[in-house]
C-alpha cells in the first residue's frame, strides 16, 4: 500500500507501520480523565520516533512530549491518525525547520471528526447489527451466534485499523510533500489549527456541563435563571467553568486536587440548590 516513491526516499517501512498498527489494540488500556488516550497513542507512536530520532535526543524528547498531550478519538479509526501523524514526523526528521506544532494541529483537527463517523459506524451501527445476528442465531441454542457476533464486528473492526494505519501514511506523505513543496504549510497549519479549536470548543460544549435550578421571584411569575443566561450566551456557565480550570491548570495546581474539589464543591452546591 506504500507507494515505490516512499519506499525509497521515506524512512519509515512497512515494518514500522504495522507496529503501530499491532499497538493501537491497547490504546485504551491507560485512558483516563485528565488527558484521555493520550498514552495510549504516545505507545503508537514511540517505536517510529525512536527510529527517527535516535541520533538527536533533544528531538526524540520533544516528540516524545508532544504526544502526550490530550488526545481522543474512536480506537477503530486512531490508526489513520497514526499514520498521517508518522507521517509528519518522518518530514519533521528530515526538515529542521518543520513547524511541529502541525503535528499537533492535524491531530487536533483529525481526532473529533474522525470519533464521530467512528463511533456511528462501529457502535451506533455494526455493533447492533452484529448482536443482532449473533443473538438471534444463539437463542436457538447455537454457539455459532457467539461466533458470528465477533466475527461479524472484528472483521470490519480490524481492516479499518489495518487499512487506516497504511492509507494514513500514504495520504499524509503524499499530500504533505505537496503542500510542503508549493509554500502552503503555514497555510495548512493555521486552517489546521482552526479546526482544532473548533474541535475542542465543541467538546467543552458537549462535557461541560454547569446549569443552575435559581430563579428570581416566586409563583407563576419565577424567572428561571438558566433561561435568562441562556438567552445571553448558551452554556454561559459551562464556559466559566471551564475557565477556572484553565486557571487552575495554569498555576499547575494538582490535576486530583482538582477533581476532588470538584466533587465537593459539587455535591455542596446541589445541596445548597444553587447548582442543579
Not at 64 to 74: A, K, P, V, Y
Not at 210 to 215: A, E, H, I
Amino acid at each position: 500500500m506504500m507507494t515505490s516513491k516512499n519506499n525509497e526516499t521515506g524512512l519509515i517501512t512497512r515494518k514500522d507501520i504495522m507496529k503501530m498498527f499491532w499497538r493501537s489494540f491497547t490504546i485504551q488500556f491507560s485512558w483516563h480523565y485528565e488527558r484521555q488516550m493520550h498514552m495510549g497513542f504516545e505507545y503508537m507512536m514511540l517505536p517510529t520516533i525512536k527510529k527517527l530520532y535516535k541520533d538527536d535526543p533533544e528531538r526524540l524528547k520533544d516528540a516524545m512530549q508532544r504526544h502526550m498531550e490530550f488526545f481522543n478519538t474512536n480506537m477503530y479509526i486512531s490508526t489513520f491518525i497514526g499514520g498521517i501523524t508518522m507521517a509528519m514526523e518522518e518530514m519533521n526528521a528530515k526538515d529542521k525547520d518543520f513547524d511541529t506544532s502541525s503535528i499537533s494541529a492535524v491531530k487536533v483537527a483529525l481526532m473529533g471528526p474522525l470519533a464521530g463517523i467512528g463511533d456511528s459506524l462501529f457502535l451506533g451501527t455494526l455493533r447492533i447489527l452484529a448482536v443482532g445476528i449473533g443473538t438471534s442465531i444463539a437463542m436457538q441454542g447455537s454457539i455459532l451466534g457467539a461466533i458470528l457476533f465477533l466475527l461479524v464486528f472484528n472483521v470490519p473492526a480490524m481492516l479499518v485499523r489495518y487499512i487506516g494505519a497504511f492509507k494514513g501514511y500514504e495520504i499524509g506523505a503524499n499530500y504533505l510533500n505537496k503542500i510542503q513543496e508549493s509554500g502552503l504549510m503555514e497555510k495548512f497549519m493555521y486552517a489546521a489549527s482552526i479546526i482544532g479549536v473548533m474541535v475542542i470548543g465543541g467538546m467543552t460544549n458537549e462535557l461541560v456541563v454547569v446549569s443552575t435550578p435559581l430563579t428570581i421571584g416566586t409563583g407563576e411569575g419565577a424567572v428561571a435563571i438558566q433561561g435568562v443566561l441562556d438567552g445571553l450566551m448558551p452554556g454561559m456557565l459551562s464556559l466559566a467553568a471551564l475557565g477556572v480550570y484553565y486557571k487552575l491548570l495554569n498555576k499547575k495546581v494538582n490535576v486530583i486536587v482538582i477533581l476532588l474539589g470538584t466533587v465537593v464543591f459539587g455535591i455542596l452546591c446541589s445541596w445548597l440548590g444553587i447548582l442543579g
